[in-house]
């Protein structure tokens, strides 16, 4: 993975490694790997992003890049994760993996964010992932048809649990960035040696 800067809603926002725990309607990067399905570890780069929280709105809204899934699978998911008690809670449908995201061409998003955590406050969960499923899991308007079970969404690696394409820190997280021990990528954990790499 690779931390840059990004230009969401048409301000450029600059993101540093020294940002990484998010306040309400802060832009924090989200990153992630390559160690998973749909992409060549020799080759890719990680896909990369950012993300912000709108508790006016209730919303999750930012864009990412260079985010690839396997064929059939175009379904992004969206999740919240507590890396010291390994639990994950749904969020919703993220939509349609947009092909093609490099350069200005971002894929953005907007996730309606359950009643719960509209005023920004997701409890113990520390970081949101996006995993993927098959397409058909979301219809043409961008809604869940079918609700993955688990954060799962790696073929590849089976036990990976979550399978994270892309992830942040959530508002107010008190959760450190780890390395991973491979490449460039990194995670997210109170409790690192108790917490596998998402990818």
């Not at 230009?7 to 160690?35: C, D, H, Q, R, Y």
């Not at 749904?90 to 092909?99: A, H, R, S």
Request: glycine share 12%.
């Amino acid at each position: 993975m690779r931390l840059r800067y990004f230009s969401v809603m048409g301000a450029a926002l600059l993101l540093s490694l020294g940002s990484l725990t998010a306040s309400a309607k802060e832009v924090v990067p989200m990153l992630g790997g390559v160690i998973i399905d749909g992409y060549d570890f020799a080759k890719d780069i990680g896909p990369k992003g950012s993300i912000t929280f709108d508790t006016d709105t209730g919303e999750a809204i930012g864009a990412y890049s260079a985010l690839k899934m396997p064929e059939g699978r175009r379904a992004i998911f969206a999740w919240v994760h507590d890396t010291k008690n390994q639990t994950s809670e749904y969020i919703g449908p993220v939509g349609w993996l947009k092909t093609g995201s490099a350069g200005k061409d971002k894929g953005r998003f907007r996730i309606k964010l359950p009643e719960k955590f509209k005023s920004g406050d997701f409890g113990s969960n520390e970081i949101i992932g996006f995993t993927s499923e098959k397409t058909d899991y979301i219809n043409g308007k961008g809604e869940a048809v079918t609700t993955p079970t688990e954060p799962s969404g790696s073929d590849i690696q089976k036990g990976l649990k979550p399978a994270f394409y892309l992830y942040a820190a959530l508002p107010g997280a008190d959760t450190d960035l780890h390395y991973c021990g491979h490449g460039q990528d990194f995670f997210y954990a109170k409790a690192p040696d108790e917490q596998v790499c998402y990818d």
